[in-house]
């Protein structure tokens, strides 16, 4: 087996779960995870104020008789740059005037926009290349759906877009003027990430699909969508060496998981957004932006995640905010304020029906992630991550969340006996899980010379809080054992699914002291790649994999691939493929069964022992994407196919076999999972810890179905 220290040795994927993709998928060298990309548990230095960077487009008159004019966008956008450029000291972001550039109407045309993207972000030499500067773009205005041929993604056909102010007229040469699609913008904020950093930010208050417009005060029949845009009036954005030089990224702009941004909508899929003159305003707004500026002032920065202001803001008849991006559980705007602590939960006040309960609290965290009656947690102060106000015990658990209360049902007090009332936005952290399951059993033998930094202690409970792993007393008890030979420390798996594909993983120790994290990060990943409901097992939903044929962004599956010769290389829940530079990969989840489904699907990487999210749901507020059966019809998803960007695998030349996994979870209510995600391996010295980063959701109605499948990918080299 090849040294993960080196960073070779795994499936190499060019993947982009839910994206589109450009003409040509790039692949990367040794690694799923694009080498840019940060772990959200990976907080970021503070940053200073000129560090922070916006585009803030606002369109109310359009040239085309087709729009109707709106009242509001111009000034949502004005609003929104007024946020950014008030101090600290008056609940703004303290952005520098210069860091800003504002496009309002006949400023916002398609070429004016492009141009703008390039110049203020792109080729902004005051953004240092490969940092962490925040980037935001915000856009108020028309959106529209555009027709994209033998698209998968979407059952019409057609795809997103953002209406300039010259669309559906002619420029000044007489050529037609087109919406701007999705998958355009997502190039150049893949581009953008890649150039100058992930830590991007987009914000739009416009309807994107189910008609053009913000509605002003109710609902207006909307006009047609706009006409389909020629391939190749965005072509030049990708073809050549920029093109060829990116890594596996999201190119689909509004993707749940997209890489490059994190998305803030105002509307849902098939939703209008609307704008309306408030009681207590003398201008029209946007009801979304309205809010999200009064929440962005209300609330404290450094202690909120995306998802946690998502579900602060309310939601209207026909308009439901939604949030996407695989950094969805980021502080917001982060690289500019500290984290708060890579397993904090927020806590939400709770109250259950029993008298004999005197306090409760709520944390949406459940039996899924590995909680039980009586794991404890440790309640953080919200101004001081690290002082401890108290602890509370887990009362009755669910699949996504948890009752807690106070240990021995008594009130809560301070130390010195005075009654103690928890801070709004308090914050806990799992301080002893107490199942058995989660803990991981590891040994080692008497001349390991690093068991004292594993274990400091041979007491179980006096662990450092929140440890996921035990000393086990012999190999015959654990679960994996670490000894030393040379210079590299060896973990040898003898129980777990990992079996199946590495019976050990070599890697260089550069400082003993990081040991616990990367025990730590192995019972992570052991646990989850485990993880299904044992006591009542689901059926009817399957996972497939498909070879694909055509270009973009019309692939789809070459029909006789695969053992059965249905295209599906998914026989008995493993796949082979052969190393082919060049084939594209996408994937299937169907659904026979009579319930429809949140799918999320990850990839286990057993050699780093990452974890990364291919696949989820937008937001809880959405409808199951995965559909029940209907008479004949099966329900499916498809994820890498149409103008999505497609998986790519391939070996090193010098490696003959690799192997790894598939892990789909369904439910049939909404899960906060993708902090699942490990995109940082454990021996890494830059992983800090299993990101727990999770916001508020609705109590639950009715107990979900839940369960998950794990389908075996190896790869071999092509054979003579």
Known sequence: MEDVSSSKGSIIAAAGSRGASPPKDSKVEARSTPAHEESPAQGASPQKESQVFALVIGINEYRSSDYPNLQGAVNDARAFKEYLSDPRDKRGLGVPISNILALEDEQATRVGILEAFQSHFLNNFKIPDGGNATMILFYAGHGTRVYSPENLISRDSKVEAICPVDERTKDAAGNEVYAIPDYVLGWLLSELARKKGSNITVIFDSCHSGGLGRDFGQERTPPSDSPMVPLEIDSHLWQGEAGAALTAQNFRMWSPTARSHLLLAACGQHETAREIKHNDDVLVHGLFTRALISWLRRLRLENTT???????????????????????????????????????????????????????????????????????????????????????????????????????????????????????????????????????????????????????????????????????????????????????????????????????????????????????????????????????????????????????????????????????????????????????????????????????????????????????????????????????????????????????????????????????????????????????????????????????????????????????LTMKQDSE
């Not at 030349?653 to 899960?671: N, R, V």
């Open 306 to 712: 995306y998802v946690e202001l998502l579900n602060r803001l309310p939601t209207w008849s026909g308009q439901t905010p939604s949030c996407g991006g695989i950094r969805r559980h980021r502080l917001i705007f982060d690289g500019n304020y500290p984290v708060t602590g890579q397993r904090a939960f927020p806590l939400v006040a709770h109250t259950l029906a029993d008298n004999n309960i005197l306090q409760s609290w709520r944390v949406d965290i459940g039996s899924v992630e590995g909680v039980v009656p009586e794991t404890e947690f440790t309640v953080y102060d919200p101004d001081a991550k690290d002082k401890e106000l108290c602890t509370l015990i887990a009362h009755s658990v669910e699949i996504g969340r948890t009752i807690l209360v106070t240990k021995d049902n008594k009130p809560l007090v301070t130390k010195d006996g005075q009654p103690l009332t928890l801070p709004d936005q308090s914050r806990v952290m799992v301080t002893a899980w107490n199942n058995d399951a989660m803990i991981l059993h590891v040994y080692t033998p008497d001349d390991f010379p690093y068991t004292t930094e594993l274990f400091p202690t041979l007491d179980i409970i006096r662990q450092p809080k929140g440890r996921k792993y035990v000393q086990a007393s012999s190999v015959a008890d654990a679960d994996i054992s670490m000894h030393k030979d040379g210079d590299k420390t060896v973990i040898e798996h003898l129980t777990s699914t990992i079996l199946e594909c590495h019976s050990q993983t070599r890697f260089l120790l550069h400082n003993p002291a990081h040991l616990p994290k990367v025990a730590d990060g192995i019972a992570h990943f052991k646990y989850f790649l485990e993880r299904h409901h044992g006591e009542t097992p689901l059926t009817g939903i399957s996972l497939e994999m498909h070879r694909l044929m055509g270009e973009f962004p019309q692939r789809k599956p070459v029909p006789t691939a695969g053992p059965r010769g249905d295209g599906n290389l998914v026989a008995n829940n493993a796949a082979a493929i052969v190393s082919t530079p060049g084939a594209k990969y996408g994937f299937t989840i169907r659904n026979t069964s009579i319930d429809n489904f949140f799918p999320y699907l990850f990839y286990f990487d057993p050699e780093e022992y990452t974890i990364e999210l291919w696949y989820g749901p937008e937001n809880s507020k959405v409808q199951a994407p995965l559909k029940a059966k209907v008479r004949d019809l099966d329900g499916e998803l498809t994820v890498g196919m149409g103008s999505e960007l497609g998986f790519e695998f391939t070996l090193p030349a010098d490696q003959k076999l690799s192997s790894g996994f598939l892990k789909l979870f369904f439910a049939t209510e909404y899960l906060e999972i993708d902090w699942i995600n490990q995109t940082v391996s454990p021996f890494d010295p830059k992983f800090e810890g299993t990101p727990r980063m999770k916001g508020y959701r609705e109590p639950m109605k009715y107990t979900p179905k839940w369960d998950a499948l794990t389908v075996v």
